[in-house]
């Protein structure tokens, strides 16, 4: 199973950009996928989740407006839109996946996923 995220990079406060990770190895189709971010210091913490199915979803209240979640299951690959970027969006950004028991779960806990991607790296910096 490989999770290969992509997309991260260093930008302007007020910038976008897309995240990407796709998946090999499982039926991605049949994963539940999430995003979450690391910031220095700080413990890992949820972004977003996307049900199998892409309807029912989630997104942090911390980036509620800015950020979205999409896949296409099609292309095996979970995207992650970020708007309108500030200095604390600043962190690696890891894609995650587990086997979706309904295709309207969605799972916010770190500790529900069963792999991780290697993140990439988003700076938000002036």
């Known amino acids: 199973v490989q999770l290969q995220a992509s997309g991260g990079g260093l930008v302007q406060p007020g910038d976008s950009l897309r995240l990407s990770c796709t998946s090999s190895?499982?039926?991605?189709?049949?994963?539940?996928m999430g995003w979450f971010r690391q910031a220095p210091g700080k413990e890992r913490e949820f972004v977003a989740s996307i049900s199998r199915s892409g309807g029912p979803q989630s997104v942090a209240d911390s980036v509620k407006g800015r950020f979205a979640i999409s896949r296409d299951n099609a292309k095996s690959t979970v995207y992650l839109q970020m708007n309108s970027l500030k200095s604390e969006d600043t962190a690696v950004y890891y894609c995650?996946?587990?086997?979706?028991?309904?295709?309207?779960?969605?799972?916010?806990?770190?500790?529900?996923?069963?792999?991780w991607g290697q993140g990439t790296q988003v700076t938000v910096s002036s």
């Open positions: 995650a996946a587990r086997f979706g028991s309904s295709t309207r779960v969605y799972y916010t806990d770190a500790s529900h996923y069963w792999y």
């Open positions: 190895g499982r039926t991605f189709s049949m994963d539940v």
